[in-house]
């Protein structure tokens, strides 16, 4: 029985947790993956992008609230997405129109894009602060859980219990279903194997008539629509504040270069580990020691390793040992 409870107890407050982050960083992670695999840079307003998708979901979301239409139980905010999406693509191919299109021509080195993605990221949060201010910003409605732990206790007569928020179920769905479509679509398509030659080798894909304006298209494209995708279903699953996702960015990039930056199965590997390395070394174990040592005994201190305020110093500790042990990251081989 204590066993059963020490995994309640674990499962509430890491494994399921841990899973919805994961998915949500897999999604960030592998719209960063997809950009350098073909334009070869480190977007660094990736962070913001998910702001900005996030940002016109919230507004639709609240139009929608506002005209009395719903979904219920589930979240308004899934009706609201698309709209996120279509800004979230818009500003994407703007920036590059009107930005990063000047460097490209010029092909400047990728530390130049890296830099200049930087001043769009700045662009992209003062813009966003503009017009949805820097504060919390609430969106959900809809059924709060699927279950709740008062209801898991009572269906099993467990001292502690799991309680699963819809949002967290909704994030592993959708994260499922657009991660199995972007790789049918790198796979099976014919502009994905394009995308996969040109990232392959450049200078071949051109002699075999694949258009390069068209492969950073769909590139932008789909890095845009997955920004969207994971800062909404984050936005839902925790909550909106632009600067969240200036801070969110060093487990994206962490979790990239530790899957193999390049490497769309890396990017999904590497969230998933970020995530659960950030839960697991913040959460507090005293209670969950406790069940598994003698009866009456439970450690002295909170087994905390890192407070929750410092859970980013996860992903920073992560990013520099990869660096220094294995720069290539876990998957090796051709990009995309």
Do not use: C
């Amino acid at each position: 029985m204590d066993i059963a409870n020490a995994f309640a107890l674990l499962s509430n407050f890491v494994i399921v947790p841990a899973i919805a982050y994961g998915a949500q960083l897999a999604l960030g992670a592998l719209g960063v993956t997809i950009i350098f695999g073909i334009l070869r840079f480190a977007n660094f307003a990736h962070g913001e992008l998910m702001s900005f998708g996030a940002m016109a979901a919230i507004l639709a979301t609240w139009f929608l609230q506002a005209s009395g239409v719903s979904i219920d139980p589930l979240p308004t905010a899934l009706l609201a997405l698309p709209v996120g999406i279509l800004a979230a693509i818009a500003m994407a191919l703007l920036t590059d129109r009107f930005v990063f299109r000047f460097y490209r021509r010029k092909r400047s080195n990728p530390i130049v894009f890296a830099i200049v993605s930087v001043g769009v990221m700045f662009l992209l949060a003062g813009l966003i602060r503009i017009i949805i201010g820097p504060d919390d910003q609430s969106f959900s409605d809809g059924a709060r859980f699927l279950f709740t732990v008062r209801d898991f206790k009572k269906a099993t007569g467990l001292e502690q219990g799991i309680g699963v928020k819809q949002t967290q179920l909704i994030t592993v769905v959708v994260a499922l279903v657009v991660v199995a479509a972007l790789f049918w679509f790198l796979q099976k398509t014919r502009w994905g194997k394009a995308m996969r030659a040109y990232s392959d080798d450049e200078d071949l894909a051109l002699l075999s008539g694949i258009n390069p304006e068209k492969i950073v298209t769909i590139a932008w494209v789909i890095s845009a629509a997955l920004a969207a995708i994971a800062g909404t279903l984050y936005g839902l699953d925790k909550t909106y504040k632009p600067f969240i996702f200036l801070q969110i960015l060093l487990p994206i990039f962490a979790a990239t270069i530790l899957g193999g930056i390049g490497q769309p199965v890396g990017a999904v590997l590497g969230g998933f580990i970020v995530a659960f390395s950030e839960v697991t070394v913040t959460y507090a174990f005293k209670r969950f020691l406790a069940y598994l040592g003698p009866q009456d005994w439970a450690p002295e201190g909170l087994v905390q390793l890192l407070s929750t305020d410092y859970k980013f110093a996860v992903s920073f500790v992560i990013l520099v040992a990869v660096l220094l042990v294995r720069p290539t990251g876990i998957i090796r081989g051709k990009v995309i």
